[in-house]
């Protein structure tokens, strides 16, 4: 078939025809991969209620937190009674703009393999994924579900316990104890059981419940042998991050971001486990990790950013507890 003399013939692409010297770094494919590498990461927001945000204009969202209501005796003849509680609300600050940069320059697209544009995105989404978990872990701090009143949130702890319980009791950490190197210890089998005692007298929905636990704390419940059982180990075919088994109705999770915690000698050696129903922490999503490139001539090189915007809250504090055991 004759073509006219505008016609452009169409030839195969291959790293050898690419007219840009980095050729190993294909930008269409690194949001898909910057994406994988963040959620493959995550532990906390698969745990926690997810709020998106996207594409949404404001900085402020406003949350309404309705009291539980009573039922009534129905007399015959008479009208219903009518709940007239006044309900609260939250507000929750987006202020959280997290980002990862990487210079590529010409020479490595000559000279590397595709496998290096793989550990950049892989890397950018498990980068931002540790930040999204750490903030997460953090909120833990304003648990207030061993409190007497557990709907007032608490802050750095102040309401926090620890593992192991006294008399058949639960303790409250105290950062003070013992010479200033708080009374950090570690979970026993009456303390998880006492916990889950303290969520159900705040009236916590059994269902969604989890003990998050720091690696040091997966080795201790290891040597206790209820935590050894088929009960707790699971069948092995679990697929969600960090998830180790399940005791007493609650999914047990491993996350090595789970805060450290300062005695009032500034030793930063305890670490905060969290137990807690799904709706005690908030994730607002408003920009998901985006990936973007560009080219800089002053340096030979491309400019590869990953950023996202997110914030996080405590959503209900009665529906959680810290516990601060040993490091």
């Known amino acids: 078939m004759a073509f006219g003399t505008n016609h452009v013939t169409l030839t ?36 926690v209620v997810t709020l998106p945000f996207t594409g949404k204009k404001g900085d402020t969202v406003h949350l309404p937190r309705p009291v539980r209501g009573e039922a009534s005796a129905k007399s015959a003849e008479t009208m219903v009674t009518f709940i007239a509680n006044q309900e609260a609300s939250s507000s929750y600050i987006i202020n959280e703009h997290w980002e990862y ?54 802050s750095a702890y102040s309401k926090a316990v620890i593992g192991t319980p006294t008399s058949g009791a639960l303790v409250a950490w105290n950062p003070s104890a013992n010479a200033n190197a708080g009374n950090a210890a570690a979970l026993t089998d009456e303390g998880i059981r006492l916990l889950i005692k303290e969520l159900d007298d705040s009236d916590v929905p059994s269902m969604g419940r989890v003990l998050v636990i720091p690696p040091v704390e997966k080795k201790n419940l290891l040597g206790i042998a209820r935590f050894t059982e088929q009960a ?4 092995g075919s679990s697929i969600r991050n960090g998830k180790v088994g399940d005791v007493y109705g609650v999914e047990i999770y491993v996350s090595t971001r789970c805060a450290s915690v300062a005695d009032t000698g500034t030793a930063t050696d305890q670490r905060a486990c969290l137990m807690f129903q799904k709706e005690a922490l908030l994730l ?11 080219y800089k001539q002053e340096y030979l090189a491309d400019l590869m950013t990953v950023d996202m915007i997110f914030d996080t809250g405590v959503l209900r504090p009665e529906g959680g507890i810290a516990i601060i055991v040993p490091a």
Do not use: C
Not at 22 to 46: I, R, T
Not at 232 to 235: A, C, K, N
Not at 284 to 294: G, H, N, S
């Open 284 to 294: 607002i999503e408003q920009l998901k990790p985006r990936a973007q490139t560009q």
């Open 12 to 47: 195969e692409v291959t790293n050898s025809s690419r007219t840009r010297s980095n050729s190993a770094f294909v930008p269409e494919l690194w949001a898909d991969e910057v994406v994988a590498g963040y959620k493959s990461n995550l532990v906390m927001p698969q745990l």
């Open 101 to 154: 940069s990487r210079l590529i320059e010409d020479i490595v697209g000559v000279q590397a393999s595709d496998r290096v544009r793989q550990f950049y995105t892989d890397d950018a989404g498990f980068a931002l994924a540790k930040r999204v978990d750490t903030n997460l872990h953090a909120e833990g701090a304003k648990f207030a579900g061993a409190d007497a009143a557990p709907t007032v949130a608490g």
């Open 232 to 235: 707790f180990v699971g069948d």
